[in-house]
């Protein structure tokens, strides 16, 4: 390449540098650099250095422990339903029927709404008081109360109750991406395999699934880091409550900004994220290279 060309290619590349240094290396380098003060949020100049005390305090606190382990159980059943439900859905899509592309358009219709607006629905459908779940299972007989089952009161059911919403909203993206793989397959890897007398457990076993494997991690891999960060749907549900049984690390933090004001500590807890995000992207991307490779 030519010395004009160079130059010419780092001034077509330089404006990305340069929005990548100011959009996430520097909030990066300073949410680490904050982390290892105690800094009010009323009075940011008087911060004081404390070292590790901020990420000793987390580790040694029951609430941020239980914090994870939200995090974790959310993301498990979330992207775990996601899953096995779009996957259905890509395999149904997949098959062309008389009313296929109304059941599709039906299907997919959570992806036109904001998360924000898909939280408040849910929140009216939850609800004890005139919630439609509750009313559906009282005429159905299920229930001898229509107010009986407080999903967004309970400590047991709260987070669950979260996690329906999100499934609700994030399932149509997963069965995209699955069916983007399924209609990748060849069709004449089916016909040869028919030809040599396979029958369609043995071509959804043996073709469909090892195919289907990188974009089904790929797809795993973007819904995990986007459900571990989900805040809005668990924000207008419950806040975290009751008694911090549907606390994740997302709402965690803004509580410990917002509600608390302490800066060192908030940030502390997005670094432990921001790490746990990149350990889990790592594995991800680890499997899907070492698929590429073989």
Known sequence: MKSKDKKIAVLMILPAIIMLILFFAYPLIKLLYDSFFSIDLF??????FVGLENYLSLIQSERFL????????????AVGLEFILGFIMALLFNRKFKT?????????SPLMLAPVVSSLIWKFMLSNDFGLINWVFYSLGLIQNPNSIAWLSNPRLALLSCAIAEIW?????????????????????????????????????????PVIKPVAVTAILIKTIDVARSFDIIWNLTQGGPHFSSEVLSTYVYKMLMRYGDIGNSSAISV????LLFLISSIFIFKIWNRNEN
């Open 100 to 108: 296929h592309q109304f059941w599709r358009t039906l299907l997919l």
């Open 169 to 209: 909203l994030s399932t149509p993206f997963m069965a995209l991406m699955l069916l983007a793989g399924l209609q990748g397959i060849p069709k004449s890897l089916y016909e040869s395999a028919k030809v040599d007398g396979a029958n369609s457990l043995k071509r959804f076993v043996f073709i469909t699934l």
């Open 272 to 275: 432990i994220f921001t790490i």
């Open 43 to 48: 009075d940011p100049l008087s911060g004081s």
């Open 66 to 77: 239980n914090v994870i382990l939200n995090t974790f159980k959310f993301v498990f059943i």
